[in-house]
């Protein structure tokens, strides 16, 4: 069986001698020296300021549109994955639905002033399948209108843009360490703040408020990694730049496939280096869409409609009928892409997807 993606594995006895400290010194959880160790290592090779490792990469979310005092209205993106909407709603806030680009596949910055009222407190965004949003105009319209921004960067590790990775826009990013995710904890995350201030809020608003044992500063939640998590983190980071070389070279295989097909590939923007997190690809159509699906399906190859629905039509959210982004959601599906699938895979399911498309 072929799946849209397989979790990157390193080997069990790498986990396992990393795994052995956590026995040393006893502690599992609670910021032990695993925790603390992924976070150094990873603010070396991120070239970030902070960092918090969390428990995955939805409570980020959640602790950032607390942590930074935001109410009333959230402008967002609709294309994206459910983890971004629900985390605004969770909070008792209100997602305004910003449409996306329909190259990019990012929130259309040129469309966000229009949607600004007297009761929006910031722009969260997303930089679907690891590809920026336009951060130099969303930076500029906050700062215009008073907003904070929140990136929802869950697909950005090992993405840079202009030369930096794209942890350092917004006033908050985060990340997700799924074990989905090029660089994973099994379940796992992180959250980023330049500014101290937002960054120690965050800090105690993961660890229940805790400011030592036996005082608080303000309202927390448990978002804490643990040793475990960790553990996987540090066995896995030293395979990262060959994760990222080999699935390089599958979405290069697709690039070239489809270069000269009716296919619309994801345009990453420029200044980018990616990561090839993902592999969309956009249909005419969503009845051409299910037919290939089918005749993957058929030959045991699983891709996945990421991002279906488009979340402006979520159950608990007032629609806002974002055009194209529904029409982009109808039409999109990510291609399996992992370490380790073969190249005679990479080409029966170029194959088979062309053989469809008429
Ligand atoms: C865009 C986006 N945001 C948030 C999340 C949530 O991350 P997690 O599953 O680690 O909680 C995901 C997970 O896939 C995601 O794709």
């Known amino acids: 069986m072929i799946n849209v993606t397989k979790t990157f594995l390193p080997p069990q006895e790498a986990y396992q001698a990393v795994l052995q ?3 040393e010194t006893g502690w599992m959880t609670n910021r032990g020296v695993l925790v603390q160790e992924l976070e150094a290592t990873l603010i070396s090779y991120l070239g970030v300021k902070n960092i918090i490792a969390t428990t995955n990469g939805t409570l980020p979310i959640q602790i950032a549109i607390k942590g930074l ?5 959230i402008i967002t993106t ?19 639905f910003v449409d996306i680009h329909d190259k990019y596949l990012t929130i259309d910055e040129t ?12 722009i969260l965004a997303t930089h ?22 929140i990136y929802d960067a869950a697909h950005s590790f090992g993405v840079e843009y202009k030369g930096k990775s794209m942890f350092n826009y917004g006033d908050v990013s985060t990340c997700s360490f799924h074990a989905t ?8 995350g992180a959250m980023f703040a330049n500014n101290k201030a937002v960054h120690d809020k965050l800090f105690y608003h993961h660890n229940f408020g805790h400011d030592g044992p036996e005082a608080f500063q ?8 643990s040793e475990p998590q960790a553990a996987m983190g540090l066995a896995v980071f030293p395979y990262f730049e060959t994760i990222l070389k080999e699935r390089k070279k599958v979405a290069d295989a697709y690039k070239d496939a489809f270069a000269k097909s009716d296919l619309q590939v994801l345009k990453i923007r420029e200044h980018t280096q990616w990561n090839s997190c993902y592999y969309p690809v956009i249909f005419k159509n969503e009845a051409q869409l299910l037919k290939v699906k089918q005749a993957l399906e058929t030959e045991n190859i699983h891709p996945r409609r990421y991002f279906y629905p488009s979340l402006d039509t979520l159950p608990y959210v007032k629609a806002e009928a974002c055009v194209i982004s529904r029409k982009i959601a109808a039409s999109v599906l990510c291609l399996p892409l992992y ?20």
Do not use: Q
Not at 181 to 188: A, V, Y
């Open 21 to 23: 400290r956590a026995w």
């Open 69 to 73: 005092g935001l109410s009333g209205e």
């Open 78 to 96: 609709p294309f994206s994955y459910v983890a971004t909407t629900s985390s605004i709603v969770w909070e008792g806030c209100i997602p305004v």
């Open 111 to 122: 469309k966000i002033e229009a949607a600004i009222t007297p009761n929006t407190s910031a």
């Open 128 to 149: 679907v399948f690891g590809n920026p949003c336009h951060v130099e105009a969303i930076e500029a319209i906050a700062i215009k209108h008073n907003l904070k921004v």
């Open 181 to 188: 995710k090029l660089f994973h904890t099994g379940e796992g």
């Open 218 to 225: 303000g309202l927390g939640i448990n978002a804490k990694m």
């Open 339 to 358: 370490v380790g699938l073969a190249a005679k895979d990479v080409e029966r399911i170029i194959n088979i997807i062309k053989t469809n498309l008429c």
